[in-house]
């Protein structure tokens, strides 16, 4: 064999780990993920009344404030769109038949 297929043989077997999909999220780790979820959405409408706050002192940058709006509008969003999806989900498990 090649000293060159060799290095790339052995740089392919290094990279190969990199590439393989993550674990199957556990119920611990989606729990995880959703403590994350709820923090990080509250951390962003906390920036967003900061931000409008700051503005109507005088003392922020509008394209600052605009910023900070759009992303609570998103994450707003965002909830209202998963918080429709469970109450769906409910509703159809209310109506399977027992």
Known sequence: MDLNAMSAALGYARAKPATEPAAAATPSSAGAALQQAATDFAQTLAEGEAAAKAAMAGTGDPHSLVHALAQTELAVET???VRDK????YQEILRMPV
């Open 79 to 81: 909830a209202v769109t």
């Open 86 to 89: 469970v109450v769906e989900a």
